[in-house]
């Protein structure tokens, strides 16, 4: 059996705690490789590691630090087929996919390719009689992240590629269900040019991430993952001081209203409900058809679609989607759809049955439709995460502006219309932190940021862009004033014959 170590001072560690976590083959349903699960010792020796490097890497000038970055990513492009199929063999998603998890990933470090800009500071002339005032960022220190399985590429990318660009080193601690490609990630960087230490890797349980928490040299902690571990990683953080951004679960609404083009919202939202078998926390498992008559065309239409739809195995070209990611979240996802049942929502599609010949015991769903899904009922209140399509039908455009703004999160939602005013309206009122108007997915590019509302996001700066410069540093302001006198005085003027 294949063991998946940690990543430390620039090489790979063998775990010493006997611990292991199981990493499946979604397709097969067979475990390929253990994971390691790291000590305390393991992860102090990860932050010792950061926090040597950090003391020369900070004093590294911008523009180097962003050479590497730029080397990084001609790396990442260079490497892309390869990440890619390793992440979808223990992601389960469909190799396209993984190379959009690695590209959103890539776009950051591009980003962190003009780092030396983004670092410049302010400067006032004559705040004062001869005082000057300027501010400027500086690195926190060692700072951590913490990731969750659905995007093992994308999201410590969101995290480290800022990080590191703007001084810092850095400990991921990855999703123990899909570990190898931020192994690899890891590799690469060093390889891009990064000293050891800069970036480690260590794997890991609740253990390693109570140890970060915990770590007197982390300055920092980035978390992305479930709303309850967010909002756990975010209160024992701050309570030892840490700056902590925390980015929860989701349940994102699709608005479609009377007038939008029934084609292209179909097809997107086709793509949002199922692409990655839904386990994308900017999915979009609730649409809101406005008005009956809207509601039974997208009804009819998206049932003309799921007939047609391709599950597959990861590594098949044709198909939509793939596996779910193990047996305990298939578990997970069809216990739900048994409550949509027993709560009295109307099951339209049923995908618990399915199953891919050749690979009986693989992790597959098909998808699922639910409609006429109340406000009242569990299945809509909570996230699923997995090939479930629920209909919410809505009287109103103002009831569909409530349905996401009074649901416990707020990370994405779109809005498919042809009128421009009912979009700004819904844009200004509506109580999430990622909009799409006639974008279903609307993962913001990496220079804006991303960050969601109420339970999906704890902290109050989001990822990567300059929201994640602002995070990752802190600001220094100089006051300056220099010793009254004569200009004449000083040697520095050009020496006359006088
Ligand atoms: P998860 O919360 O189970 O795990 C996330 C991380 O926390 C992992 O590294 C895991 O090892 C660690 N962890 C798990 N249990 C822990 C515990 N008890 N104490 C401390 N750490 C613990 O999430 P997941 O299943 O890997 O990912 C799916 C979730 O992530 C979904 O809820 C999804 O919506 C969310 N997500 C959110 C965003 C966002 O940006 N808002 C992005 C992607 C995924």
Known sequence: MRDITHFIDGQSVAGTSGRYGEVFNPNTGEVQARVQLATVGEVDAAVQSALRAQQTWALVNPQRRARVMFEYKRLLEANMNELAEMLSAEHGKVVADSKGDIQRGLEVIEFACGIPQALKGEYTEGAGPGIDVYSMRQPLGVCAGITPFNFPAMIPMWMFGVAIAVGNTFVLKPSEKDPSVPVRLAELFMEAGAPKGVLNVVHGDKLSV?????????????????????????????????????????????????????????????????????????????????????????????????????????????????????????????????????????????????????????????????????????????????????????????????????????????????????????????????????????????????????????????????????????????????????????????????
């Open 210 to 498: 109570d140890a970060l928490l915990d770590h007197p040299d982390v300055k920092a902690v980035s978390f992305v993952g479930s709303s309850d571990i967010a909002q756990y990683v975010y209160a024992r953080g701050t309570a030892t001081g840490k700056r902590v951004q925390a980015m929860g679960g989701a349940k994102n609404h699709g608005i479609v209203m009377p007038d939008a083009n029934m084609d292209q919202a179909v097809k997107d939202i086709m793509g949002a409900a199922y692409g990655s078998a839904g386990e994308r926390c900017m999915a979009l498992p609730v649409v809101v058809p406005v008005g009956q008559k809207t509601a039974e065309e997208l009804r009819e239409r998206l049932l003309a679609e799921i007939e047609t739809l391709k599950v597959g195995v990861s590594t098949d070209a044709a198909a939509q989607y793939g596996p779910v990611v193990s047996a305990a979240h298939k578990q997970k996802v069809s216990d739900y759809i048994q409550l949509g049942v027993d709560e009295g929502a109307e099951l339209v599609v049923d995908g618990r049955g399915f199953a891919l010949q050749g690979y009986e015991k693989g992790f597959f769903m098909g998808p699922t439709l639910f409609d006429h899904v109340k406000t009242s009922m569990r299945t809509y209140n909570e996230e699923i995460f997995g090939p479930v399509l629920q209909i919410v039908r809505a009287d109103s455009f103002d009831e569909a502006v409530a349905l996401p703004s009074q649901h416990q999160y707020g990370n994405g939602v779109a809005i498919f219309t042809g009128n421009g005013r009912a979009a700004r309206e819904f844009v200004s009122r509506v109580q999430v932190g990622m909009v799409g108007v006639n974008v279903p997915i609307p993962v913001p590019v990496s220079y804006h940021s991303f960050g969601g509302w109420k339970r999906s996001g704890f902290g109050d700066t989001n990822q990567y862009g300059m929201e994640g410069v602002r995070f990752y540093t802190k600001v220094k302001t100089v006051t300056a004033r220099w010793p009254e006198g004569s200009v004449e005085d000083s040697a520095f003027v050009i020496p006359t014959m006088k």
